[in-house]
């Protein structure tokens, strides 16, 4: 009898042992090759960033001035606007970040412009309106010509974070601290008339617009840092 006692003993304390390295083992395995979920973009400070938008009112901003109000701080895009739809910023800008906040409203549609003519869009994704909308005419896109990732977008009602930087002939936009679109001007090669005549809006700079859509957008916080 002790003699099998000692055998089944020895066994589990094998077993034991196995189970051991085996932990071990998987343990060493995660650590060398750890599975780590998307990192969001890291967003450096706000230093050597100047504010575009006071707060209180349109001061530095021309153009559709009647198709925006200020309220509780933010510009915000009316409906039923008066006169031109697009509000511009008085100066040109050539290569920079420009970063802002922005909150949509139900199928809200309105676009970011840049170095003269291009558009980068601002869409409610979810709305039944835009279901049919080709990617890249959906939110982060830049308009017609280069779709952007989605999935970064905040829900209607909620305040998103947007960082659009301009350098050369590059365009990237980060959402929320997620890369969705990241592309080089002068490598897009257009597949038809109206793609080339949106490549041909590219300017070496211009201003900053809100381009008005009919629908309601808050934004706030918007402010530029220039590159070299």
């Not at 982060?140 to 829900?155: D, E, I, M, S």
Request: hydrophobic share 40%.
């Amino acid at each position: 009898m002790h003699k099998r006692k000692v055998r089944v003993v020895s066994h589990i304390v094998i077993r034991s042992v196995i189970r051991v390295f085996m932990v071990v083992g998987i343990v060493g395995l995660l650590v060398a090759h750890p599975v780590r979920a998307e990192e969001p973009v890291a967003i450096s400070d706000d230093k050597d960033f100047v504010s575009l938008f006071n707060g209180r009112n349109m001061d530095g901003w021309v153009g559709g001035t009647n198709a925006y109000v200020v309220e509780d701080g933010a510009l915000v895009s009316l409906k039923e606007p008066v006169g031109k739809w697009d509000l511009s910023t008085e100066k040109e800008y050539t290569n920079f970040v420009f970063r802002f906040e922005f909150k949509l409203t139900p199928h809200a549609n309105n676009g970011i412009g840049i170095r003269g003519g291009a558009e980068l869009q601002m869409l409610d994704n979810s709305s039944k309106y835009y279901k049919d909308f080709k990617p890249d005419k959906c939110h982060g896109a830049l308009f017609g010509l280069v779709p952007a990732k989605r999935g970064a977008l905040k829900p209607v009602g909620e305040w998103n974070s947007q960082e659009v930087l301009v350098d050369g002939n590059h365009v990237k936009v980060i959402l929320n601290g997620t890369v969705i679109l990241d592309c080089e001007i002068d490598k897009i090669k257009p597949s038809d008339v109206k793609q080339q005549q949106r490549l041909r809006r590219w300017r070496s700079s211009g201003p900053i617009k809100l381009l008005g859509h009919k629908r309601v957008v808050w934004f706030r916080h918007l402010r530029i840092k220039l590159l070299p």
